[in-house]
């Protein structure tokens, strides 16, 4: 599960920073696309994103996190390339 938890965090990451350039980049000087990307962008990014927050729930135990190690954990969810962070800090296998 911890494999999976890393390659979902890494798309995660990958996930936001598109759907970032899509709404600053595109939504300014291609309307027509930014339209067209919303909704297969977004609706990726959110189960990528679910997903992200429900394998950390779950692994809260396996790994021995301390609360405060899974709220930081969940709050990378939130800032661009702290998903990165999490990955390598956080997804050490033993």
């Not at 930014?34 to 962008?41: A, D, S």
């Not at 405060?68 to 956080?90: G, M, Q």
Request: aromatic share 18%; hydrophobic share 55%; net charge positive.
């Amino acid at each position: 599960m911890l494999k999976s938890f890393k390659i979902i965090a890494f798309l995660e990451g990958i996930s936001y920073l598109v759907v970032l350039y899509n709404m600053l980049v595109n939504k300014t000087f291609f309307p027509d696309l930014y339209q067209t990307l919303l909704q297969p962008f977004g609706m990726g990014h959110g189960i990528l994103f679910i997903a992200y927050v429900v394998l950390a729930i779950l692994l809260k135990e396996p790994q021995k996190w301390s609360y405060k190690d899974l709220a930081l954990i969940l709050l990378a969810s939130l800032l661009p390339f702290a998903t990165f962070w999490v990955e390598r800090k956080y997804c050490k296998t033993a």
